[in-house]
């Protein structure tokens, strides 16, 4: 097994790096095992949301299980993944939707779903420390600041964090043992990639999520993709990821500039949904604002002052709300405790996914009015009503994470770490969201702004057109043709 902590893009790792390194796999090993002698198969498992969307089958992990084999070898690609927030799953849907529309068949592979591997076991405890410090950093300025900020911004960027990950991700390449290694994969998070390196797998796409470049994403052996050219240039040259040293460039042919993750069905229709919104306005329908909460659960206050702002321009026919709470429904039962008259106004879409479909599809045509609350303790449920939901609004308010690439206008909510500030920024350039407002007094002066100057919704219409015309809103389907082409 070829080690990538000591030396990663031909930047040698201090001896006291991977001595840490070393250290900390040990201590994973010691709390959570070390599976590699387990018989590990693969078990092909039909899923409701994602099959009927984008003809995606679940991979799960079990021991002796034999279905490696009837994976397609001509035609598969694999979309490797982990939930951690909603974020990479929501990627990995582009993938999977661009992948099927492509016409090849797409493999779900969720490292973090199969609790008895160690692979899962260590993913876990990261997601779970992750998720807290998300919320606490909505809740405390002083470690948002003193802690939370400086960690994402500054802490996963350097090659010394890598080193350490590299290390962890020898621990879950075991899952890999039953699956064929000359199927494509694309992982949406870095730590599929580095594992599936580790296991053995041939064609790896290690699909980076953010605008701002971390060592945190780096799988050496695989190919690189990024959704800005910033990240491209900041990639090639490792910029600050040695602090102030100037580091080894990553080789030509380990990063590529794809553009922007999206499904294809988002991606379709465009020019119709914008079509949509620009009648809207100049009907004076209520105009459809979409909040949608993450997989952290964070930013509750926000959404209770966005909700108490709204609610007297619903009663007047002004606007209309849409609430995603994803899997959260006690964010919306502390909601409706907070704002006595927000249940007596909304329409709950719970546990029915019929339902939501059904929701999702008739306001493309069809008249909204109120306020509609939706909650689904399925995670493919919860993540993709999102989806579906976004194109029939008019605005997405969301932090600046993977949502900020998405081609639905946005207004950008406060961010849930440094680096998303750069989702935000790139945002707002190519034309098809706001700056990121760092307050709630800010995100209401932009929620005025929406609601009283029709243009400023048409402009950003026609920049996302504008986008789609340039390609920048296809890089699932060009992180689909390098994996294959890697195949070739």
């Not at 080193?163 to 075991?174: F, R, V």
Request: aromatic share 10%; glycine share 8%; proline share 5%.
């Amino acid at each position: 097994m070829t080690d990538r902590s000591k030396n990663i893009f031909g930047n040698a790792m201090p001896e006291k790096v991977v001595r840490k390194a070393q250290k900390t796999k040990a201590k994973n090993v010691k709390k959570y095992g070390d599976d590699y002698q387990r018989p590990y198969g693969i078990t092909l498992r039909e899923n409701h949301v994602l099959g009927p969307a984008m003809n995606t089958a679940e991979m799960v992990v079990e021991e002796l299980a034999g279905d490696g084999e009837k994976m397609d070898r001509e035609k598969g690609i694999i979309v490797g993944n982990i939930r951690m927030g909603f974020g990479h799953y929501r990627i990995s849907m582009a993938i999977a939707s661009a992948a099927n529309a492509l016409g090849y068949t797409p493999y779900w592979m969720d490292l973090n779903s199969w609790p008895q591997t160690t692979c899962t076991k260590v993913i876990s405890s990261q997601n779970d420390l992750y998720s807290m410090g998300s919320r606490l950093s909505g809740k405390s300025k002083v470690f948002n600041k003193v802690f939370w900020e400086p960690l994402n911004y500054e802490g996963f960027r350097q090659l010394s964090y890598n080193a350490s990950d590299q290390k962890n991700a020898q621990l879950m390449a075991p899952v890999f043992k039953g699956v064929p290694k000359d199927i494509p994969l694309i992982a949406t998070h870095v730590w599929p990639a580095q594992a599936a390196l580790y296991g053995g797998m041939e064609h790896v796409v290690n699909a980076i999520p953010d605008n701002w470049p971390m060592a945190l994403h780096l799988a050496e052996g695989s190919l690189h993709v990024v959704q800005t050219h910033q990240a491209y240039q900041g990639y090639l040259i490792l910029n600050g990821m040695e602090k102030k040293q100037v580091c080894q460039p990553m080789p030509e042919d380990s990063l590529k500039y794809v553009g922007h993750y999206i499904d294809h069905e988002l991606v379709e229709n465009i020019e119709a949904d914008c079509a949509a919104r620009r009648a809207r306005r100049d009907s004076g329908a209520p105009m459809r604002f979409l909040l949608t909460i993450g997989g952290a659960g964070a930013q509750k206050e926000i959404f209770a002052a966005v909700l108490k702002y709204l609610l007297p321009r619903v009663k007047e026919g002004k606007a209309a709300i849409y609430v995603n709470v994803g899997d959260y429904k006690n964010v919306w039962e502390e909601l409706c405790k907070e704002i006595p008259e927000l249940a007596g106004l909304s329409t709950e879409h719970f546990g029915n996914w019929e339902d939501t479909l059904s929701f999702a599809q008739g306001a493309l045509h069809g008249d909204v009015e109120g306020v509609h609350a939706f909650w689904h303790e399925d995670i493919f449920e919860a993540v993709y009503a999102t989806n579906l939901l976004m194109r029939s609004c008019d605005v997405l308010l969301t932090k600046p994470s993977e949502l900020a690439f998405y081609p639905v206008p946005k207004l950008f909510l406060p961010r849930v770490g440094g680096h998303e500030r750069w989702g935000a920024i790139h945002s707002a350039e190519i034309g098809d969201g706001t700056l990121e407002c760092t307050d709630i007094p800010h995100v209401i002066q932009m929620l005025r702004i929406f609601l009283e100057r029709k243009q400023y919704l048409k402009d950003m219409c026609t920049a996302i057109e504008q986008n789609k015309k340039s390609g920048i809103y296809n890089g699932a389907y060009e992180a689909v043709k390098l994996a294959v082409a890697m195949k070739k």
